[in-house]
């Protein structure tokens, strides 16, 4: 099963994307942990394309993908706003210094594989992959 959402890169549509989510990934998928988490990654992803990739650009989109097979869920993020160098990312300190810059620590402890891509087209992603059991599928 495929389907994809675009979206306004804005805050107010997290909602609708975690909606989306729930629906398409709940029709498919039997485990609704390995859903929470998807919705999670999913999420934290989209929340950090509109605050960093765009830096609050107006007029800006972003399109999430899902692909669900019996193997996998993968959902990817897909945005033309400033690639992320995850090279340059400082992993997340837990003594309470910080209230945020978690999204991408959470993302890659939810899925099973958290990659980047770009293409010759200035369009960036975010692949985020869940790898199923025989249970899990539906």
Not at 33 to 49: D, F, S, T
Not at 97 to 113: E, K, Y
Request: net charge neutral.
């Amino acid at each position: 099963m495929t389907g994809a959402l675009k979206v306004a890169a804005t805050e107010a549509s997290l909602a609708g994307i975690r909606t989306w989510l729930d629906q398409t990934v709940g029709a498919c998928v039997a485990d609704t942990g390995i859903q929470a988490r998807l919705v999670l990654a999913v999420h934290e992803v989209a929340a950090n394309v509109i605050e960093h990739a765009y830096a609050g650009a107006a007029r800006q989109h972003l399109t999430v993908t899902i692909d669900i097979t019996p193997a996998r869920v993968t959902a990817r993020v897909d945005h033309a706003g400033t690639p992320l160098d995850p090279t340059t990312l400082t992993p997340p300190v837990f003594d309470g210094t910080r209230s945020r810059g978690f999204g991408l620590w959470l993302a890659s402890r939810a899925c099973s594989d958290v990659t980047f891509a770009s293409d010759d087209a200035n369009r960036h992603s975010v692949n985020l992959t869940i790898h199923l059991t025989n249970k899990a599928a539906s």
